[in-house]
């Protein structure tokens, strides 16, 4: 169970036409009562008609369901683009019986710069709607992926109260992947609870798993026209979760979860990197040192490579738009001290074995100069990536 | 003929055992008499060794030759790495008789965060002194290599006033190859000239050179620790260039021809790609647009599989940090408009065509938001390049 493991919620997944492979690709859940919503979006500037048509929406603070395309991602298509969004809201809006279209969130993700064909996708939202069933989540989980190779859900539940409070979600995503979304990110997130929540304390706790989740992960540098999150509380277990750090903590966990099943997807990846920067004098810096290791394509393919390459991560810190001083820097590869302050420490043939023995393959870079500290996380950059790049349209 | 093209410069290229193939790998350029110098490094902030020993010389204006040993790059080497440029440079200058020590330049390139064996550096400097001559040119631009598939020189005269003025480079690079370079980037590039020139301008002429050509460069998005340029004048013959534009013109010829060869031998690159932003609303928007479409792994893939996919590339533009319409975009590629302000003109098949028929691929992105332009020149991604830099170490 996943996006319909709390109470009061439904989903389908359907064949609708819009992916050439013929494999679900269209997903609908809703709630059975109204909702209250919040949600985070992609900073591109160049944003996807579904992220122009929810903005408004979500900051509405409610919202009863949400419908989601996969195939063409309704980005850079213009006004036609978010008219046809509206009318695909519209349409799933009225087949649910909901008393304002409003209330009906719709996101796409796919190929960029091609129209939605309205026909084929209302066919589908017929066939979705008659379908919705507490047990329908798997479908639409599968119904979001493009170029995943898995789908990626998770679940929590809290006790408030002697009450049990469920939170579950679903994302898709596996390339495109460098969100920097702020609240109010081809990267879609949906997340459903049946606590009671106000969207402030929705939009709270979106606040708070960000920075620990979907803005600490990378699979290729490139920041989707479409990442979007969305957390939904339909209230249908009655127990109010408004300054609950464990209701917080769940949505956190839930996020963090799917993000690492993201990077852990990511496209060609045969491994998740963690990085770790610590010791810098900012959390700006923190922040900046790490995503700038996490991006760095020598990097990515030197532990494609086994290799404890920290001269390579040494040059990502030179880049970095962060204070720095090479005295006090300090490098790890897979917990094996390579260099500091200039010195080798000789221990890469260690640091070589650690990476051989598997799993997350972690990068630390203590910048010995203040307290702050940030994990990003990012997958190795494989020859697989490219071929898949070079043979796919997204 | 090369970086011995113009008048009273010699040069030697020898194997002193840095590079573990056994090829040259250390050179060495000196002029017969006392010549003006001035230059540009990378803005990294941990600048290898020798970049700290040359920033105060060629702030000095003056310098007489310089030598270069490749394989290790004497980067994040701390004190002892900055004391192993200085003994070599004191080396080499004792060596060349000069009558400071001040006068030779050094660089290095290689693996980061391994020290310079002295003692083998000495011997090749004796070897490489004793073996300087005018033909020593292809040798030492051969010295210089590291992953480079082959050297690259050029060569320009100009007519001062009836004399013939010769401006000759010589460059390496093909990997970690972004530089941001500022005048006072692991590309090295050498260019001597037999004018009489000033320090003033010579840095005037690299000052107009460095935008159209390594600041326009990127294979892998990667700056340096170690990116460095240099423009020696002797003054050989006699013809002073103060206000000469052909001499700002030849000396930009030079270091265009040379940015193109490092991005033509990108690692494992098959084709140069030619990212063209125009209709920008500022020159650092212009720049910053055809950066982020060249830095982009997606477009660069894309591009490998001959695919005009434009979707990346309005992805690109949707984080780069400028100003932006989507209503005023344009996007082609081959010369092929595939989308403008949302709209797609179904011409991808003719796109592909395009890309089909070989040369350089050209990216074409007008904002249609002012009269700002500029060329941003990268090379594809290729499933060989991740092969080749998981197992070599930088």
């Known amino acids: 169970m996943s996006i ?32 209250t919503v919040a949600g985070a979006f992609t900073t591109s500037s160049v944003p996807s ?64 710069g091609e129209p939605l064909p309205m026909d084929v996708i209302s066919k589908g939202l017929a066939e979705a709607a008659s379908s919705l069933s507490e047990t329908g989540d798997e479908d639409a989980a599968n119904a979001i992926r493009t170029t995943d190779a898995y ?9 408030v109260g002697g009450v049990t409070v469920t939170v579950g979600g679903m994302a898709k995503g596996a390339g495109m992947i460098a969100p920097r979304m702020v609240p109010q990110a081809t990267l879609l997130v949906f997340i459903t609870t049946d606590a009671v929540a106000s969207a402030d304390v929705l939009r709270d706790a979106i606040t708070a798993a960000l920075p620990k989740s979907f803005n600490a992960i990378t699979v290729d540098g490139c920041m989707s026209t479409s990442d979007s999150v969305f957390l939904l509380a339909n209230g249908a277990v009655g127990a109010d979760v408004a300054g609950s750090t464990a209701f917080v903590d769940a949505v956190t966990e839930v ?3 799917l993000a690492y099943k993201v990077v852990a997807d990511g496209e060609g990846a045969t491994r998740v990197i963690r990085v770790q920067v610590t010791g810098a004098a900012s959390d700006d810096d923190a922040y900046a040192a790490a995503r700038e290791i996490a991006t760095s394509i020598l990097v990515r393919s030197a532990i494609y490579g086994g290799d404890p390459n920290y001269g390579r991560i040494v040059q990502a810190l030179g ?30 043939a260690e640091a070589a074995k650690a990476l051989a023995a598997g799993g997350d393959a972690v990068i630390g870079a203590d910048l010995g100069l203040g307290s702050s500290s ?21």
């Open 255 to 257: 996020m963090a979860d």
């Open 151 to 159: 789908l990626k859900t998770c679940v929590r539940t809290i006790d």
């Open 49 to 112: 008609a579904h992220v122009i048509v929810d903005r408004p929406r979500v900051s509405n603070g409610h919202a009863q369901g949400f419908c989601v395309t996969a195939g063409i991602a309704n980005a850079f298509t213009g006004p036609e683009g978010v008219k046809a969004a509206e009318h695909m809201a519209a349409t799933a809006a009225q087949l649910c019986g909901f008393s304002s279209e409003q209330d009906m969130l719709v996101a796409a993700t796919g190929t960029i």
């Open 4 to 35: 319909t493991a709390a109470k009061g919620w439904k989903a389908a997944g359907v064949r609708a036409g819009t992916k050439p492979s013929g494999d679900l690709d269209l997903a609908l859940v809703v709630s059975d009562s109204p909702a």
């Open 319 to 348: 880049q970095a738009p962060v204070k720095l001083d090479p005295a006090t820097l300090r490098i790890s590869v897979g917990g094996v001290e390579l260099g500091y302050g200039g010195n080798g420490t000789g221990r890469g």
């Open 374 to 394: 940030f994990e990003y996380l990012t997958c190795d950059l494989t020859p697989e990536y490219v071929k898949f790049n070079a043979e796919y349209t997204t």
